[in-house]
């Protein structure tokens, strides 16, 4: 795969330089992820290798009226706990493809929904882990959330970018020593201050994959509930949360989905049938017993469940009197996010703090790091330097009262996990044991 991109991002000086080279990717047969429906963005993702690096190509085409992945990207560069580009080609749209752009404009004879011009568009990222479900420890698998969460908060008060797409698929586990979890796929991201402004495109009012949106993304009343905000990503994170430790195996293997999450995925599902359903989610207790992990982590998880749906109910209840016109929806506000933040933040790191410190297995890396035995002899500063990052992040964002110890482009498709799930060891998965003829939707989307 050939291609010549005018930047270049310059891991050495973490800045972006200009190109004038022709870059070869030798990508495998197959690639590792493809969207077909006939309605999305066509989304297809290849694995590739570079000067001895393995990456991940992502060819899509973006809609008419939406932003460029790559600008978010560029812009979040060096942000940590967001997947990095590489590079990237924003391309021809279909338009200039037929060769319209120059030709006079025809006579409009559009419906109500007109077809929309897309370009084509392709971003270059290292190849991360897993998904979050294949973490070695519960407490690799909050340290990643905690991580993930610190990208999101950076995004949002300091870069003024929204993810809106928080999925299984989107939150994947990282190799490198400094960071357990990413988010990747900011396609459907938009900026804060064009939310607050009402500048929406087509289907924004309910962007995001279904089976995780949040009860006031599912209820699609921007007039009564304003635009899509940080809390609703953060619900999406919960959500994905939920369905690892009640939908998947002590191996990390996907389970039959019983109880919530059956009628989460239900595919009959209306997006108001599912938002009535999560309703009645987040205002109980769920009676089902957790099956990602077992004993003392269990019992820490199920009370950390329990205190993000006490957490999250508090806005159903604006949400519903909104609804209800009992009163109106409160407009974002800077101070109440970090407020939101300091408090989800807190709740995380308390579950923490409870957990054994066993690190799991690590993924092969994919740049040169540290030998395995200089990592291993770090181990006993690895929790020192993980509270020093945290203290940063708390610190930037006032949540410092915790302590911390050492498609369619509305996605509205169901999330289904893999079939046929075949017995895997309780460790992380290397880059070696990936087997990339079974990629499916679900598995890291890019």
């Known amino acids: 795969m050939r291609m010549k991109p ?23 047969d197959k690639p590792v992820f493809s969207r077909r429906t006939i309605h999305s963005r066509g989304t297809v993702c290849w694995s590739g290798k570079y000067k001895g690096k393995t990456y991940i190509v992502k060819d899509y085409w973006r809609a008419e009226g939406r932003a460029k992945e790559s600008q978010f990207l560029r812009e979040l560069a060096g942000v940590k706990g967001v997947g990095q580009m590489f590079t990237y080609d924003d391309r021809e749209s279909v338009r200039a493809g037929r060769g319209f752009v120059d030709a006079a404009d025809m006579v409009s004879d559009d419906g109500e929904k007109p077809v929309l011009d897309r370009w084509s568009t392709r971003v270059v990222l290292p190849k991360y882990g897993d998904t979050l479900d294949k973490a070695g420890s519960a407490r690799q698998l909050l340290c990643a959330i905690r991580d993930i969460l610190e990208g999101h908060i950076e995004s949002v008060l300091d870069k003024q970018i929204l993810h809106r797409d928080i999925s299984l698929g989107n939150l994947l586990l990282s190799p490198f020593d400094f960071e357990e979890g990413v988010i990747i796929d900011w396609d459907l991201a938009k900026r804060m201050g064009e939310l607050i402004a009402g500048q929406a495109t087509e289907g924004d009012s309910r962007t995001g994959t279904r089976v995780f949106q949040s009860v006031k993304v599912l209820y699609g009343s921007p007039d009564l509930l304003k635009h899509h905000d940080h809390m609703d990503d953060l619900e999406s994170i919960y959500y994905v949360l939920y369905t690892i430790l009640y939908g998947y195996d002590l191996h990390g293997n996907p389970l039959q989905f019983s109880g919530d999450l059956a009628l989460w995925n239900d595919p009959a599902n209306t997006a108001k049938t599912l938002s009535t359903i999560k309703l009645g989610f987040l205002s109980y207790r769920t009676p089902e017993s ?13 009370t950390l469940v329990d205190d993000l749906r006490a957490f999250f109910k508090t806005r159903l209840d604006i949400t519903m009197n909104a609804l209800a016109k009992m009163q109106t929806f409160p407009a974002y506000s800077y101070d109440a996010a970090n407020g939101d933040y300091k408090t989800f933040a ?12 066993v690190p799991a297995e690590p993924v092969a890396p994919l740049v040169p790091s540290p030998t395995t035995s200089l990592k291993r002899a770090r181990e006993a500063d690895a929790e020192s330097s993980r509270a020093g990052s945290i203290r940063s992040l708390l610190a930037r964002t006032g949540l410092n009262s915790a302590p911390v110890h050492a498609d369619s482009d509305s996605h509205e498709e169901q999330f289904s996990p893999p079939g046929s799930p075949s017995p895997a060891p309780q460790r992380r998965k290397s880059k070696a044991d990936m087997d990339l003829e079974e990629y499916v939707p679900g598995r890291g989307n890019y």
């Open 346 to 357: 807190g709740i995380i790191t308390a579950a923490v703090q409870k957990l054994p410190a």
């Open 6 to 28: 005018a930047e270049i991002f310059d891991h050495e000086t973490k800045a972006w330089k200009a190109n004038t080279e022709e870059l070869l990717f030798t990508v495998d």
């Open 290 to 302: 957790l099956t990602r992990f077992t004993g003392a982590e269990a019992q820490v998880l199920a």
